[in-house]
C-alpha cells in the first residue's frame, strides 16, 4: 500500500478557493487511482471527484462538478483537488484514497480505494 497525506484545509469564506494536496510515499503514485471523500459532521462519507491511475478518466459528485477538478504532479508524487467557488456546504473533512491501477467506477465509492489518508478540515463560512 501507498501512505497519503492530506494537506492544504483551511478556513476561508463562501466564494474562495482551496487547493487540497494529497502526497504519497513508498510507492510511484503515478500508477494509482486516487479519489476524494468527505465527511461533513454528523453525516456519511460521501464521494467528491476521481481520477484513474492514467489520469484519463475522471468523475465528480453532482455537488463539486463545475467547480472542483483533480490534478497530478507525478514528478511530486501528489495529486490535487483544486476547489473553487466555495459553499458553506462544502464544509467538511477532506480524504484522498488510492488504489495500484485502479480506474473509475460509474458510482465511485469507498470500497473502490483501499489505501487513506488521516483528512483535512476545510470549513468554508457566509
Known amino acids: 500500500q501507498v501512505q497519503l497525506v492530506e494537506s492544504g484545509g483551511g478556513l476561508v469564506q463562501a466564494g474562495d478557493s482551496l487547493r487540497l494536496s494529497c502526497a504519497a510515499s513508498?510507492?510511484?503514485?503515478?500508477?494509482?487511482?486516487v479519489g476524494w471523500f468527505r465527511q461533513a459532521p454528523g453525516k456519511e462519507r460521501e464521494f467528491v471527484a476521481a481520477?484513474?491511475?492514467?489520469?484519463?478518466?475522471?468523475a465528480y459528485a453532482d455537488s463539486v462538478k463545475g467547480r472542483f477538478t483533480v490534478s497530478r504532479d507525478s514528478a511530486k508524487n501528489t495529486r490535487y483537488l483544486q476547489m473553487n467557488s466555495l459553499k458553506p456546504e462544502d464544509t467538511a473533512v477532506y480524504y484522498c484514497a488510492a488504489r495500484l491501477y485502479g480506474g473509475v467506477s460509474l458510482r465511485p465509492s469507498e470500497r473502490d480505494y483501499d489505501s487513506w489518508g488521516q483528512g483535512t478540515q476545510v470549513t468554508v463560512s457566509s
Open positions: 513508498g510507492r510511484t503514485f503515478s500508477t494509482y487511482a
Open positions: 481520477s484513474s491511475w492514467s489520469g484519463s478518466n475522471t
